[in-house]
C-alpha cells in the first residue's frame, strides 16, 4: 500500500489537489499529490461526497484527467489511501 504518512499529519478539511483517474457508478478516484511533493497516492470520493443534492451518476460531474481541489476526510493508513470530499467549505465573503 502508498505511503500515507504525510497525509496524516495534515488537519481534517485540508483542501489538495487532485487529478481524476477513474470513474465508477458509485464515486470516483482520484491521484492525489503529497503537499512536499513526490509518488501521488490514491484517494476516493464517494458519490455522495461530489456535491450536495443528488448526482445522477459521477460521469455527468467530472472527467478523465480533470484537476479538482478535494477536501481531506479520512486517511485510511491499513490501505494507503484517502477519503475526499469535493464538498468545499464555504469561505466567509463569498
Known sequence: ????S???A???DALLAAQVSRIEDYGIFLLVSPPSGGAPV???VHVSEMKEGFVN???DEVEMGQELTVRL????RKFGRLRLSMKLPEVEGY
Open 73 to 76: 476526510l479520512r486517511v485510511d
Open 1 to 4: 500500500s502508498a505511503d500515507v
Open 10 to 12: 495534515l488537519p481534517s
Open 6 to 8: 504525510e497525509f496524516i
Open 57 to 59: 451518476h459521477p460521469e
Open 42 to 44: 490514491q484517494g476516493f
